[in-house]
T-cell receptor
């Protein structure tokens, strides 16, 4: 149980394009979803937290107009990297939590984004 | 000083060994403690989830939390080459969503 699916797993695109990443909870309803960024050999850095039907809460230093987050249903959240540039290349990982605050976060398998 | 400290390794052990992974932390408000395993180019996989102090066992894995010392451990018995991965500790307080991660320890189990 507690499976989180993330798609695509790898995307390569040209500078200036926008890229959408999907995160789905397959066997539970995720009231809260999280988006992280991970640089090579480093730990995860939280970018934003989203609750279903509400605006996302962004961490300090994360541009909300650059990284658009939508959490339209209890099983789907999307992250759109707008006008992506090479410095946005990274490993993006989502996680989802069911129900109450004392439930753990379950992570997707990540999306490797490469901007040329 | 980081809020959660974790030795980055790499830790290299022979197959069958008992592995001990540890994290120390400074925030006494942390109540929930997790261990995740992350394979290269994959997302973290939840291994153990504990609340407050005590021990928890699941198969070959045992998690220990000592809140008085602000120290948590993950033990892996009969380690296998497939256990080779990066192990991340994570923790949070009762209030709020945010997980605070350790930097991860890279483990290599050699056949």
């Amino acid at each position: 149980g507690a499976v989180v699916s993330q798609h695509p797993s790898w995307v390569i695109c040209k500078s200036g394009t926008s890229v959408k990443i999907e995160c789905r909870s397959l066997d539970f309803q995720a009231t809260t979803m999280f988006w992280y960024r991970q640089f090579p050999k480093q730990s995860l850095m939280l970018m934003a937290t989203s609750n279903e039907g509400s605006k996302a809460t962004y961490e300090q230093g994360v541009e909300k107009d650059k990284f658009l987050i939508n959490h339209a249903s209890l099983t789907l959240s999307t992250l759109t990297v707008t006008s992506a540039h090479p410095e946005d290349s990274s490993f993006y990982i989502c996680s989802a939590r069911a129900g109450s605050l004392n439930q753990p976060q379950h992570f997707g398998d990540g999306t490797r984004l490469s901007i040329l | 000083q980081k809020e959660v400290e974790q030795d980055p390794g790499p830790l290299s052990v022979p197959e069958g060994a008992i592995v001990s992974l540890n994290c120390t932390y400074s925030n006494s408000a942390f109540q929930y403690f997790m261990w995740y395993r992350q394979y290269s180019r994959k997302g973290p996989e939840l291994l153990m989830y504990t609340y407050s102090s005590g021990n928890k066992e699941d198969g070959r894995f045992t998690a220990q939390v000592d809140k008085s010392s602000k120290y948590i451990s993950l033990f892996i018995r009969d380690s296998q080459p497939s256990d080779s991965a990066t192990y991340l500790c994570a923790m949070r307080s009762n209030a709020g969503n945010m997980l605070t991660f350790g930097g991860g320890t890279r483990l290599m189990v050699k056949p």
